[in-house]
């Protein structure tokens, strides 16, 4: 069977977003199916064009020219993205068109697989309307929150089948008047064999200046609000004078990075912190052997009440035996 993934981002950017796409389209390649991945006009691309990363083509969809009236920019992305799925769809021959999070690909994507007469699968990861919210962007009571709102239901209803990586959304869309046979749970997982323990990385150690003997507590993922990531900094002073030769080490990118870094300053904590760019995917591994402790701190909203983090719980040490099998969030 050929599919058509239809993404709000994909690798190389490197997220939780990006990385359960991945996987997904790895773990489908395995067990005989043919997926094919499509990105957003937001996803960083030149132009109409296309790439093959980790065994995966990923088409791309060129940007849309940003406009002063508001939803017009919208609008003309869906319009774009609808004759790219189609255009992507005819030359793969797919068979089945699956739309990831947000609903204004998912919308694109139904009008797209309604013309071609494909069947229509859609991915809940999150609601955005409860991450504008989270990140600042609108309130419960505004237009944009009640617009987006009525948009995901609108495309929950539309859709063949709706995938969700977790119950507590299932709940939610069940609770928007899908039948409960039309409603599947694929939670986020993690590949075990990719997070067994290992040795620091010796060179990546002195590039940060982090001493042999020291403590090294991390965060690799990006950087939003909702993540809580400012608080694991201003939590670091006190962490220090209960142990002396920590070190903090923060991975990542997002709209919180100035304040992020702005919070260093204020703190005083640049010798203790280190916060370091999004790296590729592939280096991951090379900074999760640096970390004695990884942690994913999330802020309490309905965002993360409902989503669940795509983040492990790795008890790894490179004094104590390694475990089995890492805990999975």
Same mark, same amino acid.
């Given at each position: ?70 939803? !017009?920019?919208? !609008? ?92 507590? !959304? ?46 090294? +507590? ?41 304040? !992020? ?11 203790? +912190? ?20 990884? +942690? ?34």
């Amino acid at each position: 069977m050929r599919v058509l993934h239809v993404l709000n981002h994909s690798l190389p950017e490197v997220d939780g977003y990006s990385l359960r796409s991945a996987a997904i389209l790895r773990e489908q390649r395995s067990a005989g199916a043919e997926p094919v991945a499509l990105t957003s006009p937001r996803s960083a691309a030149d132009g109409d064009v296309a790439e093959e990363i980790d065994g995966s083509r990923y088409h791309r969809t060129a940007r849309v020219a940003p406009s002063g009236l508001p939803l !017009l920019r919208e !609008l003309r992305e869906m319009a774009r993205l609808r004759r790219r799925i189609e255009w992507v769809a005819r030359e793969e021959s797919v068979e089945v068109i699956h739309a990831h999070s947000p609903p204004l690909w998912g919308w694109a994507a139904r009008g797209a697989a309604r013309r071609l007469g494909l069947p229509f699968v859609y991915e809940v990861r999150a609601l955005w309307e409860d991450a504008a919210v989270a990140d600042g962007r609108a309130g419960i009571a505004g237009p944009r929150y009640q617009l987006s709102r009525a948009l995901e239901t609108r495309v929950l209803r539309a859709a063949d089948v709706v995938v969700v990586i977790c119950e507590a !959304l299932g709940r939610e869309v069940r609770g928007r008047g899908l039948p409960e046979t039309d409603v599947v749970v694929v939670p986020n997982g993690v590949d075990a064999e990719a997070f067994l323990p290992r040795p620091r990385d010796a060179a990546l150690a002195a590039e940060l200046g982090l001493a042999f003997d020291s403590t090294v +507590v991390g965060y690799i993922g990006s950087l939003r609000s909702w993540e809580g990531v400012g608080d694991l900094i201003r939590a670091a002073p006190a962490l220090a004078r209960r142990f002396p030769k920590l070190s903090v080490v923060i991975v990542g990118d997002g709209d919180m990075r100035p304040q !992020l870094e702005a919070a260093i300053h204020e703190l005083g904590v640049s010798s203790l +912190v280190r916060l370091v760019n999004a790296v590729r995917a592939t280096e991951v591994q090379r900074w999760y052997s640096l970390l004695d402790v990884v +942690v994913y701190p999330r802020r309490q909203s309905r965002l993360t009440e409902l989503t669940t983090p795509l983040t492990r719980k790795i008890r790894k040490s490179r004094r104590r035996a390694p475990p089995t099998r890492p805990e999975i969030c």
